[in-house]
Every structure is written in structure tokens, then in C-alpha cells.
């Protein structure tokens, strides 16, 4: 389906969607953003002990193993643990959340802003359900990280999340989430690239399949592909728990993300183009949804 018929098959229905269990704010159409932590959950300041992180199931769409070398376009490269105590893999960290009664864990960064996390629509709001209880772990590793609260998520108010999701180039261009936290980065951000140009790329996040998500990865890859506002890269053996994790290019400060970790099968892998409405978005959830 296309991006038109996305937005005309949710148009009218997301914001009200998103209402149940947290207040919504609309102040920009274009936009859905919500509390994530409602009273019932606020009020346990303990909610994410150790026992229940290591039970967090990690988030999938569509993110499977990867084929033999010979299937893929660029070569096969193995993805490796990254060092979160040094840039750029210390501005990411794992994001733990309850959707729909369960509780997930997925990947997420410092991106553009010191007060705003990059991570993936379909972990925030999915089958009707919107994220709540939503806490990040900065370097996250092996149970250790700085802890940091959201205090807003938001996505795009025509992100397809009202049912079962199929993934596709086309729900990929629009598989992002901006999150804002409650103190800023301690360890700096990665750069928003706009409409970016690139061939190699690396990824990271905590792919449960490595250590079962104790650690973060990261995987060489080569953009491939622009399939209208997604990229496809090759190759990627991240699996599920890595969605959201930042594609970044750079290999000195400044580094820049220029998509996030949608879908992926066959050892490819997709994620959204940013744009201005991405930056749009980033200001908007910064800004307290105002």
C-alpha cells in the first residue's frame, strides 16, 4: 500500500486511537504525541527491576536470521559488540516499555537534541496499543546503564499501528518515534541527516539472538537501495530487539543517523529517510508536544 493510502485508511482514526489510558496532545495535526507513564504506573518508581528488564520480551517486525553470503548484493560482514563507553555507541542504550499488558524491550538513541531519543514507531504504538512505562538505559550493558525517564512520545499521526502490521518499504518510511526525556544526554547525540547520501553505513542495537540483548551490536553494512522514502542495506544479522537502533555514518564526531532499524529478512535490512517532517517532529515532541 502506498503512503497515500495509508494516510487515507487512518486519517480521522489514530489520534482518537491513541487516546485510551494517557493524555494525547494535537497541538500539530501532523503529529500524535502522549504521556507515557500514567498514574497507575508512575507510581511505581521500581517498575523495571533487574528481573524484569532480563524478562522484557524483545521487539520483532519482521526481523529474521540471515541468508548464505552468495543471496546478498554486498558482501556478508558479521555484526560484532560495540563499546558503549565510547561515541557514537554511547549515545544509544536499550528502551523498556509495557504494550498491550506486556512488557518489550527494544533499541534507541540520542539523536538531534539532547532531550530526544530516536526509536521505532512499532515498538511505541502497535495493534492499537500505545506504549506506556517507557524508560531508556544509556549504555546499556549486561544490566548496567544511566537510567533516564520519558516524559513524551510521539509519532507520526499517520502511522499505519491500528492493526496487524505487514512490513514493507512503505510502513518503513514512516517507523519512527521521537521520545523525550526527562534529563539530557550525559554522553552527547548523534546528528539527524535529512534526505542523506551514503553508501556505507553501520548499525546498532540489541539483537536478543547475541547474547540474548545483554549487549549492543554493531553491523557494517552498505545502503543498497532507495525505495521511495525507505532505505534497504545489506547486510544485517541484527535480529529481533534491535529494532529502532540508529544507522549512522561518520567515522570521527560528528556522527549522523540517517534511518533507524524498521524491518528486515534475508539479511536485508529497511528504515525511514528522514526528512524535514522528521525534524518537524523531533522539535515538536523536544518542545513538550506544545
Given at each position: ?50 528481573e ?63 532531550n ?48 496487524p ?6 510502513v ?12 539530557d ?56 530487539g ?49
Amino acid at each position: 500500500m502506498s503512503i497515500k493510502g495509508l494516510m487515507t485508511m487512518i486519517c480521522g482514526v489514530a489520534a482518537g486511537a491513541l487516546v485510551s489510558g494517557s493524555s494525547v496532545w494535537a497541538a500539530d495535526d501532523r503529529f500524535v504525541c502522549w504521556d507515557p507513564t500514567p498514574a497507575q504506573l508512575a507510581a511505581d518508581a521500581e517498575y523495571w527491576t533487574p528481573e524484569r528488564r532480563a524478562a522484557a520480551v524483545p521487539e520483532t517486525f519482521g526481523l529474521t536470521t540471515p541468508p548464505a553470503a552468495g543471496q546478498l548484493q554486498a558482501p556478508m560482514v558479521a555484526s560484532s559488540k560495540a563499546d558503549v563507553s565510547v561515541a557514537p555507541f554511547s549515545y544509544g542504550g536499550k528502551l523498556f516499555y509495557t504494550r498491550g499488558g506486556n512488557d518489550y524491550s527494544a533499541s534507541a538513541q540520542f539523536v538531534a537534541k539532547d532531550n530526544t531519543l530516536l526509536a521505532a514507531a512499532h515498538s511505541m504504538y502497535r495493534g492499537g496499543n500505545q506504549a506506556t512505562n517507557v524508560t531508556f538505559y544509556r549504555a546499556y550493558d549486561d544490566g548496567g546503564g544511566t537510567k533516564f525517564d520519558i516524559q513524551r512520545v510521539g509519532v507520526l499521526e499517520v502511522w499505519p499501528g491500528e492493526g496487524p502490521l505487514e512490513p514493507s518499504p512503505e510502513v518503513s518510511a514512516l517507523d519512527y518515534a521521537v521520545l523525550k526525556t526527562s534529563a539530557d544526554s550525559d554522553a552527547g547525540k548523534f546528528a539527524l541527516g535529512k534526505n542523506a547520501d551514503f553508501t556505507d553505513v553501520t548499525l546498532i542495537g540489541y539483537p536478543d539472538a547475541k547474547d540474548g540483548g545483554a549487549h549492543m551490536y554493531k553491523q557494517p553494512s552498505e545502503r543498497v537501495a532507495t525505495i521511495g522514502a525507505a532505505f534497504q542495506a545489506e547486510p544485517n544479522d541484527l535480529t529481533q530487539g534491535a529494532s529502532g537502533g540508529a544507522w549512522f555514518i561518520g567515522a570521527e564526531a560528528p556522527y549522523t543517523a540517517v534511518s533507524s532499524i524498521s524491518w528486515g529478512e534475508d539479511g536485508k535490512v529497511y528504515g525511514p529517510v528522514f526528512k524535514d517532517l522528521t525534524q518537524d517532529l523531533v522539535d515538536y515532541v523536544a518542545g513538550g508536544c506544545q
